[in-house]
């Protein structure tokens, strides 16, 4: 009897879980049928879930005319570059405020995340007054140097649970046999932490990947606008263009669940271990 309970138990967990994957992945598949539909078909019949006649315009059009590829490539290098510079300089961070100040640098990385605790339209209106007066307005270097203000504090606070799991007997033995400092945290605590790095990595690309606000204030080129500020400039047109709406955000929504879909094992594993202490 009890098996049976169990069994029905798990059969209806699994009708709940499949429920909710498709109500989750509907609006994507919608997003998706919609951007291979004709223009006229989006707007004669726009709650048809199949489109009539498959085209590929709506892409042709925004790769090709709008030149949306480029703005991609704007977001994934400034995405790139925070995220490399963030780990880089939240690494060594982390790893001194867990060997060399412990107590000073529990404070400070706690008071480092007090930052979060602020709205960031609170901070524009400075950053906007700091990055003209720098000259960096409407480049991609002043939109970096603002997405790290945010990016290093985070990654800081993150990466020290990850350091605290690294055996302090580890690093003493690497000592012994003849390592500086440099040499053990390079090649020693590094590949121990690799997982929550790795995790790291990806939070602060996807903070800096869907980043709005800064990028709307900051850039003003149609050329070096992020891939957020693209998709707002073709919902602010005089005449929106739901096709191109449409296969504007497939371009950046499904390599990006695809991407991520293949390393949530990694984040889920990396978070977990970063949580032991």
Same mark, same amino acid.
């Given at each position: ?55 590929? !315009? ?29 780990? /880089? ?14 107590? /000073? ?64 007997? /580890? !690093? ?65 047109? !005089? ?18 669940? /695809? ?13 977990? !271990?970063?949580?032991?202490?």
């Amino acid at each position: 009897m009890g098996k049976r309970k169990g069994i029905i138990g798990n059969g209806l967990c699994h009708i709940y879980l499949i429920i909710l994957s498709v109500i989750a992945f509907f609006p994507l598949l919608w997003v998706l049928l919609s951007s291979v539909k004709s223009s006229g078909e989006l707007t004669s019949n726009p709650t048809k879930f199949l489109p009539e006649k498959f085209t590929l !315009e709506n892409f042709i059009h925004v790769i090709n005319d709008l030149k949306f590829v480029d703005n991609i490539g704007n977001s994934l290098l400034i995405a790139f570059s925070v995220t490399i510079i963030a780990i /880089i300089i939240s690494s060594m961070a982390a790893y001194g405020i867990v060997r060399f100040f412990p107590r /000073i640098g529990n404070v400070m990385s706690k008071a480092l995340v007090t930052m979060y605790l602020f709205p960031p339209i609170l901070l524009a209106i400075p950053y906007s007054f700091i990055m003209a007066r720098l000259g960096l307005t409407n480049t991609r270097i002043g939109l970096v140097i603002v997405y790290l203000s945010f990016s290093v504090p985070y990654a800081v606070w993150m990466l020290v649970g990850f350091f605290k799991t690294v055996p302090i007997g /580890i !690093e003493e033995a690497a000592k012994v046999d003849g390592a500086n400092k440099v040499q053990v945290f390079i090649k020693v605590v590094l590949p121990l932490v690799v997982s929550g790095i790795v995790a790291t990595a990806i939070y602060t690309f996807i903070n800096a990947w869907n980043e709005f606000l800064y990028a709307l204030i900051l850039i003003n080129s149609t050329d070096l606008m992020t891939v957020s500020v693209k998709l707002r400039s073709l919902q602010g047109a !005089e005449i929106l263009n739901w096709g191109d709406m449409m296969a504007a955000s497939t371009l950046v929504v499904v390599p990006s669940v /695809i991407f991520f879909t293949i390393i949530q094992n990694k984040i889920s594993g990396g978070l977990s !271990e970063g949580a032991v202490k």
